[in-house]
């Protein structure tokens, strides 16, 4: 089987090493890539959001799958533009149609799916420019923090937590005065939801659904969750919390409603679905969903799954699911991010990344046992070496019996790998 992966960050090398390893696959070709996803096959240099020139290399290449990695190609129809095409339409798309990713597009659309289906999630209401009074009147109403969100994709950098009252009410005025654009053009204002976070994985076909291993990433830039937000910084799984009475209620209240009320509703889903959770004193409730997988997440999620990626996929876009096998390795596995001296503001690119005990900057991944890089923000420069191209740069992520063995290898080579400017945070983990 031939198989093009789009997407260039972690999250894309992580799914690319796990669909190598099946005996399924033929070629592997990842569009656009980054420096660590050549070793396990060939990038292409076509935007993952280009649909005609997705469309030329699927037909010329003889493609049996295409896998979706980002959210904008999802929410801008790569789904529908392949269903609609006489020449595509026989080659699966693992992802949800346009309709299915206002689940992630649309945070407006998602609250207002979780109220229809009962699922559980923090009181909102939705504000435009034409009810700014209106929204600042129901902020006096909630108690603090605020959480503000724009309806539209931000890059994961649309949702503000605010401390005061008049805070909130100046952000929420800049945000509907064009802060982010036309992605804050409406906003979501919410009750904020005190508990330690979660995020679970399913893959559905539409009817069924598998629960991949779950995990626990950090936002925040700085140690002790401070500082701005940022796309991740590092992840855990599995999540002590997470244990089989908490999952059952999660899979029950939360899991299965949704992909039933995706069905009810008509909205074609064949893909992933990443459940943003909280544990609000032993109860699940959903914060935000995505309609992919999560970044840093995936560096650990894909280390735990010990079933073949491939045969999953092929459930997914075959609709028989339900009879593919789904296998989770018992070890701990972690992932600590690696980013540039700046990030998540200004930073500077092209920085030569080497390992410090072997100075060969192609040398990434011939580290440690039971540690795997996958690259995020990396390219290679005119030498031929791995540069910094990202805010971040690579993950670092490590097996273990227990989650302090594998943190203390991931730790490690952090400390082994060099580029100017180099940080990453030391608690990851540290919560649980």
Not at 90 to 97: E, K, L, M, R
Not at 301 to 327: H, P, T, Y
Not at 361 to 389: C, I, K, M, S, Y
Request: proline share 4%; aromatic share 8%.
């Amino acid at each position: 089987m031939n198989i093009l992966l789009l997407g260039s960050g972690g999250r894309e090398h992580a799914l690319a090493w796990k669909i190598a390893q099946s005996p399924k696959i033929e070629k592997l070709f990842i569009a656009p890539g980054n420096a660590g996803t050549c070793q396990v096959g060939e990038n292409v240099p076509l935007k993952a959001d280009d649909f005609e020139g997705i469309r030329r290399f699927v037909l010329d290449n003889d493609i049996n799958m295409v896998v979706v990695g980002p959210e904008d190609p999802l929410v801008k129809g790569i789904y529908d533009f392949f269903c609609d095409d006489e020449d595509l339409k026989q080659v699966p798309v693992i992802g949800p149609s346009k309709a299915g990713a206002q689940l992630e597009g649309s945070k407006d659309f998602a609250k207002g799916f979780m109220q229809r289906h009962g699922i559980p999630t923090a009181a909102y209401r939705t504000f435009d420019g034409s009810c700014v009074d209106d929204g600042l009147a129901f902020l006096e109403t909630l108690q603090p923090p605020y959480v503000l969100k724009a309806d539209g994709l931000c890059a994961g950098k649309g949702v503000l937590i605010l401390p005061t009252l008049e805070e909130a009410k100046k952000e929420l005025r800049e945000m509907l005065d064009g802060m982010f654009g036309q992605a804050s053009a409406r906003v979501v204002v919410e009750e904020f939801l005190s508990g330690i976070e979660c995020s679970v994985f399913v893959l559905t076909d539409g009817k069924h659904y598998k629960i991949l291993p779950e995990a626990k990433d950090y936002k925040r830039i700085g140690e002790g969750d401070t500082g701005l937000n940022t796309g991740g910084m590092g992840s855990v799984s599995p999540v002590p919390f997470a244990d089989k009475t908490w999952m059952q209620k999660v899979e029950d209240r939360i899991i299965r409603p949704t992909v039933e009320g995706l069905s009810t509703e008509g909205l074609d889903y064949k893909g992933f679905i990443f459940f943003g959770l909280i544990n609000c004193s032993g109860e699940p409730k959903v914060i935000e969903y995505n309609c992919r997988m999560g970044d840093p997440e995936t560096e650990t999620v894909m280390l735990r799954l010990k079933s073949d990626l491939v045969d999953l996929l092929e459930g997914v876009a075959q609709g028989d699911l339900s009879n593919r096998q789904m296998e989770f390795d018992e070890r701990a596995a972690v992932c600590v991010m690696l980013v540039s001296g700046g990030y998540p503001g200004h930073y500077e690119k092209g920085k030569v990344i080497r390992l410090f005990d072997s100075g060969q900057p192609q040398n990434l991944n011939a580290n440690r046992q039971d540690v795997q890089l996958f690259h995020a923000g990396t390219a290679f420069d005119a030498e031929g070496r791995v540069v910094t191209a990202g805010g971040r740069v690579i993950a670092v992520s490590s097996y273990g019996k227990d989650k302090a063995e594998a943190l203390a290898k991931s730790f490690a080579v952090a400390n082994d790998i060099q580029f100017e400017g180099k940080y990453f945070r030391g608690d990851i983990g540290a919560d649980l």
